[in-house]
Structure formats: C-alpha cells, structure tokens
C-alpha cells in the first residue's frame, strides 16, 4: 500500500522567501504525482501535475520535481507572498488501471507580510 | 469551463439520522471520485465510477454508505444512520476517462452530533 509523508507539517516563513516542500512517497511504481493546494474550509486546486516520465514541471513561481526512483517530489515557491498561505497536499497516482491518487496529510504553510 | 459543483456545501444532523451528498462533475468528464477528509488530513477515495459503473468501492464502508452515479452525470453519495465518526469534509472529483488530472469540488462539510 503506497505510503505518502509530507515534511514539514507546517512551516512559517517571512515573505519574499524561496521555500521547498518535501514529499516521499513509498511505492515507485507510480503513473504521475500531483501537488494540490487547499484553502481553508475549501477545496483542493491542482498546481502541477508531473508524469512520470518526467522530472520537472513548472507553473510561474512554482516548480515541482520528481525523482520516482528515490520516491521524492518537491514543490518549490520562488519569492513567497501571503497569498500562497495554505495547506500543500501531495498525490502519486498508482500505476494500472486504478489511477488512485494517495494523499499526504500536507504542509500547512503561512506566509509572513 | 464550470468547476465540480456540491451541496451542501455544510451539513449538521444528529447521529443516527441519515445524510445525502449530490455531486456534479465537470461537464465530459467520465469519472467521478468521492473521498472523505478527516481534520489534519489528506483525502482517502471512498468509490470511483467510470460513466455509472463503480469500479472501486473497496474503501466505501457499505454498511452505513451508499452511493450512485444514474446516468452516469451527477453522482449522490449517502450515509445512513450517520455516526460521529462520519464527520469530515465529503469531497467530489471528477477527471477524463484514463485522463490524469482530478479536478475536486469545494466539498461538504458533514458534523455530527
């Protein structure tokens, strides 16, 4: 059973900062890894989605990595602003037809003005 | 494009009451995932549909749930009696058949008293 941990579990820095998130993930036989975002008291929103087949992907200031041999991904946010405060989840897909996402429990993130 | 849409979007009941949640996914979209999140937590997938067909519900507790996908369009998932365990954040998404990325809905949030 694919395994999903989230370090830090929460995380307070100044803005303008640049910051990485970690994600280790169990089972490398993965199809893609997701990172998802969720407001408080709302849903999530899909940031990046990486295939496996790829290392990075890269949205603004966000870049997301993916090393599916060492079963790692992490999100980086270049010049941190408030607005970016919020909970980051990370989801590998299983490979197969199940294409079911797993969950870390997520890095709570507060941006600092 | 319209995102996933629920309602409620919050619930209160007394325990033992029975509870219905109605999704509807991104118009196209094939597949259609209920997950259930506990505080703190990522989401955990309860049933997946490919059109109206469930084809994962190995997670969904089917003593107390029950859900269907008629027409395989708008889904409702439903607890019956609710205990207080069940209280958590009721999540929708919906992807393209064999596509990759899941979009998810605001969610309802379920208390039980």
């Known amino acids: 059973k694919q395994e999903v941990t989230q370090i830090p579990a929460a995380l307070s820095v100044p803005e303008g900062e640049n910051l990485v998130l970690n994600c280790s993930f169990t089972?490398?036989?993965?199809?893609?890894l997701q990172w998802f975002r969720q407001d408080p008291g709302k849903g999530l929103t899909s940031l990046l989605l990486i295939q496996s087949s790829q290392r990075e992907q890269t949205s603004g200031r966000l870049n997301a990595s993916l090393d599916k041999s060492s079963g790692r991904s992490t999100l980086y946010i270049a010049a941190s602003q408030p607005g970016d405060s919020a909970t980051y989840l990370c989801?590998?897909?299983?490979?197969?037809?199940?294409?079911?996402?797993?969950f870390g429990s997520g890095t709570q993130l507060t941006v600092l003005p | 494009e319209a995102g996933v849409v629920q309602s409620p979007r919050y619930k209160i009941i007394e325990k033992k009451q029975p509870v219905a949640f109605w999704c509807n996914p991104i118009?196209?979209?094939?597949?259609l995932y209920w997950y259930r999140q506990n505080l703190g937590q990522g989401p955990e997938l309860l049933i997946r549909?490919?059109?109206?067909?469930?084809?994962?519900d190995s997670q969904l507790p089917k003593d107390r749930f029950s859900a269907e996908r008629l027409k395989g369009v708008d889904s409702t998932l439903k607890i019956q009696p609710a205990e207080l365990g069940d209280s958590a954040v009721y999540l929708c998404a919906s992807s393209r058949q064999g596509g990759n990325e899941q979009f998810f809905g605001p969610g309802t949030r379920l208390t039980v008293l």
């Open positions: 089972d490398s036989a993965i199809y893609n």
């Open positions: 549909y490919e059109n109206e067909e469930a084809v994962d």
């Open positions: 989801a590998p897909t299983v490979s197969g037809s199940a294409r079911q996402l797993t």
């Open positions: 118009s196209g979209h094939n597949t």
